[in-house]
């Protein structure tokens, strides 16, 4: 398995995602209970989020975040995928 970088830039108004997001947290945790998500959470001065996600491709990735409510809604303007290769700390066990 690999580690995946994705970077949301969301197109929907703050108060648009607030209404979906519990919606999307619930996606999220879900993802973080299979072990598939390790980690995310939004940028405090930026709108958008950070993921990392194990998977064994980009397109894994993609395919598995194709389904998250704000992505389905059109609230992601921007979506990045980039493998990612942690050196130290707890995620390089996971890559």
């Known amino acids: 398995m ?3 970088a994705v970077t949301y830039h969301y197109s929907a108004e703050p108060e648009q995602l607030a ?3 519990p919606a999307h947290r ?3 945790a879900k993802l973080f209970d ?3 998500l390790l980690t ?3 940028f405090i001065e930026y709108s958008g989020a950070l993921l990392l996600v194990k998977a064994q491709s980009v397109e894994e990735v993609s395919a598995i975040l ?3 409510p704000f992505d389905i809604a059109g609230y ?3 979506r990045v995928i980039l493998q990612w290769n942690p050196l130290y700390g707890a995620l390089k066990e996971q890559s």
């Open 76 to 78: 992601i303007g921007e």
């Open 2 to 4: 690999s580690v995946f």
């Open 40 to 42: 995310s959470g939004p």
């Open 19 to 21: 209404g979906l997001r």
């Open 66 to 68: 194709d389904n998250d």
């Open 26 to 28: 619930e996606f999220t």
């Open 34 to 36: 299979e072990g598939v």
